[in-house]
């Protein structure tokens, strides 16, 4: 089955940039989706893999993939985007959707 | 506006059945593939199960299968997992989720279930 590699956790400065990677096999072959997790709220689609960017996201957030890691990339972090985020890709040879284990993001 | 709302979730016994439901408005339901997820305490987001627009194909995870029975009721727009021989290691809080093109592009605000004795 295919499998996505996150780091735990990730730390950052008010007003830096933050990069969430997410490793697989062959991942830029594959439409790769990012969602972000705050804790008591229901996961948000910040980064569709198609390229579409969800409403509401801003532009500061945006998505990229080359060879076997894809990496969220959050410019200009803020206190509110303090979150979990998690990777995600659909499996066409298993039919199954997979998401890597989670970023905790934390702003310094 | 797009909304999604579970309900069904409780504490059940392990070995037990649960029932999930989830009330869908503000889109054309039945042409969209939809989902559940769950995210047990301390732990990432799982996929558990999806279904086509019209139900006609269904996939679950590893995990659940053989276990768990996902179907919608399109007439009525709200979907159901069936939940059976519940193991403690369901635990989680259960979100159903609206597919957009392999991604969960809308969710529902969760349902806990919890197995314990």
């Known amino acids: 089955s295919y499998v996505l590699t996150q780091a735990p956790s990730v730390l950052v400065a008010p007003g830096q940039t933050a990069r969430v990677t997410c490793g697989g096999n062959n991942i830029a072959t594959k439409s790769v989706h990012w969602y972000q997790r705050k804790p008591g709220q229901a996961p948000v689609l910040v980064v569709h893999?198609?390229?579409d960017r969800p409403s509401g996201i801003p532009a500061r957030i945006s998505g990229s993939s080359s060879g076997s890691t894809a990496t969220l990339t959050i410019s200009r972090v803020e206190a509110g985007d303090e979150a979990d985020y998690y990777c995600?890709?659909?499996?066409?040879?298993?039919?199954?959707?997979?998401f890597g284990g989670g970023t905790k993001l934390t702003v310094l | 506006e797009v909304q999604l709302l579970e309900s069904g979730g409780g504490l059940v016994q392990p070995g037990g059945s649960l029932r999930l439901s989830c009330a869908a408005s503000g889109f054309a339901f039945s042409t969209y593939a939809m989902s559940w997820v769950r995210q047990a305490p301390g732990r990432g987001l799982e996929w558990v199960s999806a279904?086509?627009?019209?139900?006609?194909?269904?996939y679950y995870a590893d995990s659940v299968k053989g276990r768990f029975t996902f179907s919608r009721d399109n007439s009525k727009n709200t979907l159901f997992l069936q939940m059976n021989s519940l193991r403690a290691d369901d635990t989680a809080v259960y979100y159903c989720?609206?597919?957009?093109?392999?991604?969960?592009?809308?969710w529902g605000r969760g349902t806990m279930v919890i197995v314990s004795s």
């Open positions: 279904t086509s627009g019209n139900g006609a194909k269904t």
């Open positions: 989720a609206k597919d957009r093109a392999y991604a969960f592009d809308v």
């Open positions: 893999g198609d390229g």
């Open positions: 995600q890709v659909w499996d066409g040879t298993t039919d199954h959707w997979v």
